[in-house]
Structure formats: structure tokens, C-alpha cells
């Protein structure tokens, strides 16, 4: 069983979309359940509008459910303090934080990756605005350039989303082709996560 946990130190930097859409993309590869852990309940309410290709549990109700899943996928509450930090990233093979690309997110992204020292986590560039603006590569180097690992991939900004969230389906089952482009980010994403679960 491998636990992805995504977590971030405030609202509003699409972590409770980053959980669905990356287990929507494992979901392909084994029996997979996500968690939610958000007080918001994004994602449950996202599934009882429609329909999503795993199982999703509040954290009341996973420790008897999590039993014989491959993956699963944690959407955990925003603002964690360093401790529940710390112990989040001891409870899972990799932990994702997602950020956006503005100059405001830098010192908070500073300041949790120095609380989780050594463990396994990676920065995630989410709603990232479309070229040709630069700011989703400025933030990303500027992360690189504070040794705080990142992933290649970023999560590109999208209409699509809220419609994917009324329809409560992923946005990779939205059939417009903007959409479309959309979940190739997730899917990008989806296989660095793997490739970083085999290495470690």
C-alpha cells in the first residue's frame, strides 16, 4: 500500500483538486481510496454530486475502510502546524504541496519545507496562469534555487474544474477539449509520483 498525502500551509492552492485528480490517475492502476481530511469536505461533496472512479471516505470512517487498497490519497485540512506537519510526512511515502506561482507563496513554502527537514516530499505548481506569462517557471526555479525539490510537472489554470466539480466527475470526464489538456497535467504529475513511490 503506498499513501500519498496532500497537504498545504493555506487555502486556495488547489490541494483538494491535486487529491482527486491524482487519485483519479492511480485509480487506473490499483484499488485506490481517498481520504478527506479537509473541516471543507471538498472532496466528498465532490463525489456525491457525481460519480468518481475510486472510493472516497472521511477519516472517521477509513481506518476500516483502507484495508486492501493500493494507493491512497489523503486531502488533509490547510494550515497544518509543524508538528501535525512533521507527523503527517512520518505517515505517508510522499507528501505534495501544492502552491501557486505568486511571489506571496515563496516565504510560506520556505518556512514548511524547513519543518519537514528530511522527509519525502515535493512543491507542486498548481493554476498556473497560461503563457505567455512566465510566473509558473519563475516560481519553480526559485524553489529549485532553495533546494526544495519541485516536481517538472505544473498544474496549469482551468475553467474546467469548477465544471468538473458540479458534474462530480473527474476533469479528465469533462468533454471539451480544454478540459482535456487539463487532466494531461495530472497525468503528467501522476507519473513522477510514480516514478518517486518506485525509487523509494
Same mark, same amino acid.
Given at each position: 500500500?503506498?499513501?500519498? #498525502?496532500? #497537504?498545504?500551509?493555506?487555502?486556495?492552492? +488547489?490541494?483538494?483538486?491535486? +487529491?482527486?485528480?491524482? @487519485? #483519479?490517475?492511480?485509480?487506473?492502476?490499483?484499488?485506490?481510496?481517498?481520504?478527506?481530511?479537509?473541516?471543507?469536505?471538498?472532496?466528498?461533496?465532490? $463525489?456525491?454530486?457525481?460519480?468518481?472512479?475510486?472510493?472516497? &471516505?472521511?477519516?472517521?470512517?477509513?481506518?476500516?475502510?483502507?484495508?486492501?487498497?493500493?494507493?491512497?490519497?489523503?486531502?488533509?485540512?490547510?494550515?497544518?502546524? $509543524?508538528?501535525?506537519?512533521?507527523?503527517? &510526512?512520518?505517515?505517508?511515502?510522499?507528501?505534495?504541496?501544492?502552491?501557486?506561482?505568486?511571489?506571496? $507563496?515563496?516565504?510560506?513554502?520556505?518556512?514548511? #519545507?524547513?519543518?519537514?527537514?528530511?522527509?519525502?516530499?515535493?512543491?507542486?505548481? &498548481?493554476?498556473?496562469?497560461? @503563457?505567455? !506569462?512566465?510566473?509558473? @517557471?519563475?516560481?519553480?526555479?526559485?524553489?529549485?534555487?532553495?533546494?526544495?525539490?519541485?516536481?517538472?510537472?505544473?498544474?496549469?489554470? @482551468?475553467?474546467?474544474?469548477?465544471?468538473?466539480?458540479?458534474?462530480?466527475?473527474?476533469?479528465?470526464?469533462?468533454?471539451?477539449?480544454?478540459?482535456?489538456?487539463?487532466?494531461?497535467?495530472?497525468? !503528467?504529475?501522476?507519473?513522477?509520483?510514480?516514478?518517486?513511490? !518506485?525509487?523509494?
Amino acid at each position: 500500500m503506498k499513501i500519498i #498525502t496532500v #497537504t498545504g500551509y493555506k487555502g486556495g492552492v +488547489a490541494k483538494s483538486n491535486t +487529491a482527486i485528480h491524482i @487519485a #483519479t490517475y492511480f485509480s487506473d492502476y490499483g484499488k485506490t481510496i481517498l481520504v478527506d481530511g479537509d473541516p471543507n469536505r471538498t472532496a466528498l461533496s465532490w $463525489s456525491q454530486r457525481g460519480k468518481l472512479p475510486y472510493l472516497v &471516505a472521511d477519516e472517521r470512517q477509513a481506518m476500516r475502510l483502507i484495508s486492501g487498497h493500493d494507493f491512497v490519497v489523503i486531502d488533509t485540512p490547510a494550515r497544518p502546524n $509543524s508538528d501535525d506537519l512533521k507527523e503527517l &510526512a512520518k505517515g505517508c511515502d510522499l507528501l505534495i504541496l501544492p502552491t501557486i506561482p505568486d511571489v506571496v $507563496s515563496l516565504e510560506p513554502m520556505l518556512q514548511t #519545507t524547513k519543518d519537514l527537514g528530511s522527509a519525502n516530499y515535493r512543491a507542486l505548481i &498548481a493554476i498556473v496562469p497560461p @503563457a505567455p !506569462s512566465k510566473e509558473g @517557471a519563475a516560481m519553480r526555479q526559485e524553489l529549485i534555487d532553495n533546494n526544495i525539490p519541485v516536481f517538472q510537472t505544473m498544474i496549469r489554470r @482551468a475553467a474546467g474544474f469548477q465544471k468538473a466539480a458540479l458534474e462530480g466527475v473527474p476533469i479528465r470526464d469533462i468533454s471539451d477539449s480544454r478540459s482535456r489538456i487539463a487532466w494531461l497535467d495530472y497525468k !503528467s504529475l501522476g507519473k513522477e509520483i510514480m516514478e518517486v513511490l !518506485s525509487n523509494g
